[in-house]
Each structure stands twice: as C-alpha cells, then as structure tokens.
C-alpha cells in the first residue's frame, strides 16, 4: 500500500463542500473533512490499486467490469493523476 500523504480534496468533496459551507475561506476544509468522513479517498486508492495490480487478469475475464471501475474512477476523479489508466 502506498503511504498517505496530506493530499488535495477530490473534486467531489469540494463540489459538495461548495452546496454546503459558505464562507470560502473553509471550503477546502470542509472538502477535506468530507473525503475523510466517507472513506472515499480511500476507497478509490484501494480500487487504484487493485487495477494496477490485476487489470488485465479482470479485463480477460470481465471487460465491462474493469471498465465499470475506471469509470467510476473517472467520475470520483481529483486532480491528481490516476495511476490505474
């Protein structure tokens, strides 16, 4: 597993930070906050992961599934680079 390093909000989380928190001052907080709380952060790390480790073992066996995943990626995207695709 990679280590975590203090990283940038998804774009997620601060597309739903912007709907809650008005004072722009602590919208990336919140956004922080938001990505942290719900594990997505997380998550999308571990899906990274498992792509970059078996995504040709996925896709001989279960294309749309892979392209489910990347996808899904995509959408959950930050602006940091994919490291999967």
Avoid at 36 to 47: A, F, K, M, N, P
Wanted: no cysteine; hydrophobic share 40%.
């Amino acid at each position: 597993m990679i280590p975590r390093t203090p990283l940038s909000p998804t774009e997620g989380a601060l597309r739903a930070a912007t709907e809650i928190e008005t004072d722009g001052s602590r919208r990336e907080a919140t956004a922080n906050l938001i990505d942290r709380e719900t594990g997505l952060r997380e998550l999308s790390e571990i899906l990274e992961e498992i792509i970059a480790e078996a995504g040709d073992l996925i896709e001989g066996r279960s294309p749309e599934l892979l392209a489910e995943a990347r996808a899904a990626l995509r959408r959950s995207a930050d602006s940091a680079p994919r490291r999967a695709e």
